[in-house]
């Protein structure tokens, strides 16, 4: 019988049977996983029949002891009455008693990229009710290492705030290393440790792929470009919460390369542009003044299309029309915000040579939108999605301050954001 949230742990992962229970069947069923490097599978036998919801087709595997509790969800892929086997999809592993944290270990899936071979180091500090905390971050291959400088209680309000910094962190690195890559980054395993005892342990299944396409991605396998970013990401202490308030997450998110070339790239990169680009719309007059001047030119609108005999329900129509475009009426166009980003970002001459394919890009999408697929396309669907990518690049690397080299989609020859300038 397992006592120890550690022996469970090592149990766990060293292909050792676990008994475990679930609401599907009585008693309990001996479970052994299966480990193929951030994935888990496992292969179940009960003592009983085994009944479940075939539409949802996933089992809820459970262990609860006075020193810990486990929780396990389970995607069925093969079925018998005594019998299943299935892929992991979550594990949540936590200790009832009050540990010590020393350190926090993350998994992280989608940096195994050759030839890059991961190896940082650096260190935060963390304010929480005006006394600071140090953390020693280590980036090896593909785990994320932070070692606290003083014990705190895990569920202590000190350890939470801090291990929430702590993800935060991880969240910025996974974040900066899918740009380098062009693919999906993200942590799949959190395990809190002290002394070397696991205090506890979280899983996440991960459908990133393993590899990635080198000629569409910025950093290509230029092993010292890539270092570079990472270094300089890691010199900056940037902030989850502004990545995600400046459009930055969504833009690095929509340039997840699937392998495929269709108008779903096209709509997923246009709107990467524009969310980087509009996040904060302008008006043309101030809003207060522009509703005095739209109610009055309803007013006359409305008065004279009766003049004219119009019909009542068109005339509501149409004046429903004016409220519905009100962006559109006191607001400027797409491409007038992509160029005041480049201006401002300090691009002009970026914008000077492509704002014009730009704009045509966007075009298409709308086009595509509103119309479907087109035969009569200005540029290539190839040429809009490179230069909307390229665009996002150069916006990006801005962003991030970053001076180093980085490839546009189409060449082979490096370039630097200051080139633009």
Not at 332 to 353: A, D, G, M, R
Not at 357 to 368: E, F, S, T, Y
């Amino acid at each position: 019988m397992i006592v120890e949230l550690n022996d469970f742990y090592s149990n766990l992962f060293s292909g050792k049977p676990i008994e475990l229970n679930s609401n599907c069947y009585s008693g309990v069923s001996n479970c052994i996983f299966l480990v193929d490097g951030l994935s888990l599978s496992i292969s179940a036998t009960s003592q009983a029949p085994i009944t479940f919801d075939r539409k949802k087709a996933t089992i809820d595997l459970t262990f609860n002891s006075d020193a810990f509790q486990v929780n396990i969800v389970v995607s069925v892929t093969k079925f018998e009455l005594f019998k299943f086997e299935g892929d992991v999809k979550e594990v949540n592993i936590s200790s009832n008693k009050a540990v010590s944290v020393e350190k926090v270990v993350y998994g992280i899936a989608g940096v195994d990229s050759f030839p890059m071979r991961n190896n940082f180091t650096w260190d935060r500090s963390y304010k929480i009710d005006d006394i600071e905390y140090d953390v020693s971050y280590a980036f090896v291959n593909y785990r994320i290492e932070a070692r606290f400088s003083t014990q705190l209680v895990l569920g202590s309000k000190e350890c939470e705030v801090l291990l929430q910094f702590i993800e935060d962190e991880v969240f910025v690195i996974c974040l900066s290393y899918s740009l380098c890559r062009s693919t999906k980054v993200e942590w799949v395993e959190k395990k809190i440790t002290h002394s070397n005892s696991v205090s506890s342990y979280h899983y996440l299944s991960s459908n990133v792929p393993s590899k990635y396409s080198n000629k569409i991605n910025p950093m290509r396998s230029d092993t010292q470009a890539w270092e570079d970013f990472m270094r300089h990401v890691i010199s900056k202490s940037y902030k989850k919460k502004d990545l995600i308030d400046s459009q930055i997450f969504q833009a690095v998110s929509n340039l997840a390369w699937s392998g495929k070339l269709n108008e779903w790239t096209l709509i997923s990169h246009a709107a990467a542009l524009e969310g980087l680009c509009k996040h904060k719309t302008v008006s043309i007059i101030k809003d207060n003044t522009y509703k005095k001047v739209r109610d009055t030119a309803i007013s006359c609108l409305t008065s004279e299309l009766t003049k004219l005999g119009v019909d009542s329900e068109s005339i509501t129509r149409i004046r429903q029309n004016v409220y519905d475009n009100e962006r559109s009426i006191n607001g400027y166009p797409t491409k007038w915000y992509i160029e005041n980003k480049l201006i401002s970002n300090n691009l002009s001459q970026f914008s000077v040579q492509n704002l014009d394919n730009i704009n045509l890009a966007i075009q298409m999408r709308n086009k595509v939108v509103h119309e479907g697929w087109s035969s009569d396309w200005k540029l290539d669907i190839y040429d809009c999605v490179a230069i909307l990518r390229n665009t996002i690049y150069v916006l990006l690397f801005a962003y991030y301050g970053y001076d180093g080299n980085f490839y546009l989609v189409g060449s082979d020859e490096k370039t630097v954001v200051s080139k633009y300038a």
